[in-house]
């Protein structure tokens, strides 16, 4: 089961840390990660490569476990709900007899949608729709908000109380039966609510409404306007995503040092916040021809898309003209390195929801699937550990250049796997050679 309660907020702390007004150095030692970087003889532009069989994905599906949000594909959770179809949200709008609230529901719903709906739409290449329905007048709940003792690390007694109050004072209005997600909004201004307490509540023991179990809720105390994407983050944690960040113990230090600004779940606040090729696989919107398995010895040549291109997205190709050819061809490369554990590759670049991205390339991050959410489960792999990029705007600037750039080559550290990114095709996509160790 999922645990009871558990954290799904990246905090505001983070953005207090280096990189958010506080110094920090711009070069780092190369003594921390072995790498092998190095120019290719030119930078190359080639023809689109006529279709090929596909690799099968199967050998690198890594097996789900009982991690907490495991990142195994080979089957699903049957108790979240998968992303693979539409699915309908009620957004619940609660006031407190201690506050007379300053804002409209309409207003707060304005706050999340339809954007977030929108960043899934992209990221799901129009296979997911995510569908709100929210109310258009508070629901009194019956106590203050100060009674609830709501914070970041709230207990579980006062959580329970909560959510208890505002199913009970919704019910009345809502038929839960006809929905998939609950999102409860609390009024920003009452007394009692702590922005940073937003979260997705996972339930040992399902709340009951209209005749279906409730296991999980999303409790949203958001300020207005809110944190950016924060609704998209949390509505992840729903599709049994996990926290991609670092939560240092003392609360204070790096929060992104495990993903950087590369994926939502690391970082709403990211230049490239889309979710990751893996997590797409997982979810249901990548085909099985869309992820090629790479398996020694000797090297294998890919074409790889850019992950954000999909049916109808625009794409600068190589020579520079907009190219709205991609979006079937393959997205995402696997190289097995253990029992639970995988490099994956995808193209990044300024397109779909990494419209703002820091550094275009092919990103390489390791995959395990016995990590719990909250514990590493992805980490990208810097190809450039020097340096970093992008210092005003991205939250982990040493991993804002991650990727393997246009004519550089790179060997993973630990796995002996080369990265050879040679060219890009008239259409924008990346053509790259792999080869493990």
């Known amino acids: 089961m999922p645990r009871q ?11 207090k840390g280096p990189g958010r007004g506080g110094a920090r150095p711009r070069l780092r030692s190369t003594a921390a990660v072995c790498t092998t970087m190095s120019a290719l003889a030119a930078t190359s532009l080639v023809s689109d490569p006529a279709a090929a069989e596909p690799f099968s994905p199967a050998p690198c599906a890594l097996k789900r476990t009982d991690a907490h949000h495991s990142e195994g594909v080979d089957t699903w959770n049957a108790a979240y709900p998968r992303p693979a179809r539409g699915l309908d949200a ?44 929210a109310l258009r007048h508070w629901v009194a709940m019956p106590r203050p908000s100060t009674a609830y003792a709501i914070q970041r690390d709230w207990s579980p007694g006062h959580r329970a109380a909560y959510l208890r109050d505002a199913l009970t004072a919704a019910d009345g209005r809502v038929d839960f039966s006809r929905y998939d997600i609950v999102y409860f909004v609390a009024d920003p201004d009452a007394p009692g609510v702590d922005a940073d307490a937003t979260k997705v509540v996972n339930l040992d023991t399902p709340l009951r409404a209209d005749g279906r ?58 230049l490239a916040p889309d979710l990751f090729g893996w997590h797409k696989w997982k979810l249901g919107w990548l085909d099985p021809r869309q992820v090629a398995c790479v398996r020694g010895p000797g090297p294998t040549r890919l074409t790889l898309e850019p992950l954000g291109a999909g049916p109808g997205v625009p794409v600068t190709g190589a020579a520079g003209l907009p190219s709205f050819g991609l979006g079937r061809g393959t997205k995402l490369a696997v190289v097995r390195t253990g029992a639970d554990s995988v490099l994956a590759l995808e193209a990044r670049g300024p397109v779909g929801n990494d419209a703002s991205t820091c550094r275009a390339g092919v ?47 790179f060997t993973v550290p630990g796995e002996h796997v080369r990265v050879e990114v040679e060219g890009r095709t008239v259409s924008g996509a990346w053509t790259v050679r792999i080869t493990p160790g």
Request: glycine content about 8%; charged content about 25%; overall charge negative.
């Open 363 to 409: 990103l390489v991050y390791r995959v395990r699937s016995r990590a719990a959410s909250g514990g590493g489960p992805v980490q990208v792999i810097d190809a450039h550990p020097g340096t970093e990029a992008c210092w005003e705007d991205s939250v982990y600037p040493q991993l804002a250049d991650a990727p393997v750039a246009l004519g550089e080559s």
């Open 90 to 133: 009620v957004m619940v709008f609660l006031s407190f007899p201690d506050s007379q609230p300053l804002t409209t529901p309409a207003e707060l719903a304005a706050d999340h949608f339809p954007a977030t709906s929108r960043f899934f739409q992209r990221a799901s290449y129009g296979r997911f729709t995510l569908r709100p329905h």
């Open 213 to 270: 179990d409730i296991r999980r809720v999303v409790t949203v105390f958001e300020r207005h306007p809110p944190d950016r994407l924060v609704l998209a983050h949390e509505t992840g944690h729903v599709f049994d995503l996990p926290d991609l960040y670092h939560r240092p113990v003392d609360g204070k230090g790096d929060w992104d040092t495990h993903v950087g600004d590369w994926d939502l779940m690391g970082s709403q606040f990211g």
């Open 5 to 15: 309660f558990r954290l799904r907020r990246l905090p505001r702390e983070a953005l």
